[in-house]
């Protein structure tokens, strides 16, 4: 079976993308690296088959992209993830300079929320026999 998540043959490029992260995603990053958001550990520009996404938490299978205005929705990628069942979060560069604390609110309450059992369906009101 071909190695899908981080291939060892792809550390340079990914290493130099590392090197170079937007203002955006430097933020960002300094916030989810060292297992600040409940002992969950990101990487960064982790390399998920075809597609290198900015941040991957592999305990939770959450990928993280932070995209410029101008870049477009890339529909293929997260149909590509989800078939391995990875949850793809976007958020724009202007969300991350405007709302960097409502960014981490959602990731933490997907981190955490996501091991919790479903909620249970709501009671059904029983009949009263009387006609």
Known sequence: MTKVFNRTTETVP????????SHAEKMLWRHLHQKQLGNNKFRCQYRVGKYVVDFY???AKLAIEIDDGA???DRAQEDYLRSLGVTLMRFTHTEVY???GEIM???YLYLTHRY????????QPRPSGKK
């Open 98 to 100: 405007r709302n960097r």
């Open 71 to 73: 870049q477009l929705y």
């Open 57 to 59: 938490c592999s305990k």
């Open 105 to 107: 609110s959602k990731i």
């Open 116 to 123: 919790l059992p479903p909620p249970l369906p709501a009671p």
């Open 14 to 21: 990914r290493k130099r993308v590392r090197n170079n992260l």
